[in-house]
Structure formats: structure tokens, C-alpha cells
């Protein structure tokens, strides 16, 4: 059950397209605690067969996992990290679990001041509003929502942050 979860995950963030979360490379944690990172210009497809995830790299090797021994497959963005120090709104939003059941811990310790977290969903329509205090973590219950990828937005006088997160 678990890897049709991470399966589904994996397939709905190819799904809504590489280039609209800006991920420059992806991460594959596995049960065991290793860690390994692919660079997506390295990466030429991935196939979900099976209960195995296979990785097949522009130079021919290929990666395979079970499913079932995977953490998480996550994807980030690299660029600039180092060069500028982050501005205000620039960096992602930090929630986890993702995929949440039915409490999702939002991190706001480098928030700054009161501000809003909104759930909305892809077509934009608001789901769930709540103030938090900008500091530490928000937990918001999200019992009352179906099933379903949505948007998590924290807002304040000075930034905006956002992330997906897939509500199982």
C-alpha cells in the first residue's frame, strides 16, 4: 500500500511538470537511512514497475529501488544556494508530512511577524484559512479535506511562501 502511495506521489509531481516547481535536482531516501541525489539533467526517465522505481541516467547506468524500501522521493531546487543570501518570500515552505492525513506542521521559524497560512486547491479556490503567530510550527488540521494534491501558502506583510502537498 505504502509504495502505491510513494508511487502516486512520484507520478503526480511528473505529472504537474518538472519545470513548475523549479526542482533542479531529486532525492531518493530510503528506509535504511542512504540517501542519494540525481541531478535532473542526469536523469533521461523513471519507471514505476512492479513495486520497483528504476532511474535511468543520460549515461546509460540505472538506480532501482523497491518501493516498499523508499522514505521519499523528493525534489529541490539548488540554484543560487551560496551565491546571495535569501530574501524575504524566496525560499519554500517547509510542511510536513507530506502527503498529510489529517495535521500538517507548517515551519515558520524564519518567518517574520503574525501572518495566514491558506490551503488552496490547483484551481484556486480556498479551503482552509488560519492566523499564525510567524514563529516556530503551525499545525493545521486537515481532517475535513478529501483526497487530493493542494496548495499550502503562508503570508505575511513582508513574504509569501508556498509548497504542494498531497492530502492522503
Do not use: W
Not at 516547481?21 to 540517501?35: C, D, F, L, R
Not at 520497483?52 to 521519499?72: C, F, M, Q, V
Not at 524564519?110 to 497560512?117: I, Q, R
Request: charged fraction near 20%; hydrophobic fraction near 35%; aromatic fraction near 6%.
Amino acid at each position: 500500500m505504502r509504495h502505491k502511495k510513494l508511487k502516486l506521489s512520484a507520478v503526480l509531481l511528473l505529472g504537474l511538470g518538472l519545470s513548475s516547481i523549479q526542482a533542479q535536482t531529486m532525492y531518493v531516501k530510503e528506509s535504511n537511512g542512504t540517501q542519494t541525489a540525481y541531478p535532473l539533467n542526469s536523469i533521461r526517465k523513471m519507471t514505476f514497475s512492479g513495486g520497483d522505481a528504476t532511474i535511468y541516467k543520460t549515461d546509460n547506468s540505472t538506480g532501482g529501488y523497491a518501493l516498499n524500501e523508499l522514505r521519499y522521493l523528493i525534489f529541490t531546487d539548488i540554484t543560487g544556494i551560496g551565491e546571495q543570501p535569501m530574501r524575504p518570500g524566496y525560499a519554500n515552505l517547509i510542511a510536513y508530512p507530506n502527503p498529510v492525513a489529517d495535521e500538517l506542521n507548517i515551519d515558520l521559524t524564519d518567518a517574520t511577524g503574525n501572518g495566514t497560512v491558506s490551503i488552496l486547491s490547483l484551481d484556486g479556490r480556498l479551503k482552509h484559512k488560519q492566523k499564525t503567530k510567524g514563529t516556530g510550527i503551525a499545525t493545521i488540521n486537515l481532517s475535513h479535506l478529501p483526497q487530493g494534491v493542494y496548495i499550502c501558502r503562508y503570508s505575511n506583510a513582508s513574504e509569501i511562501k508556498t509548497v504542494k502537498i498531497i492530502k492522503k
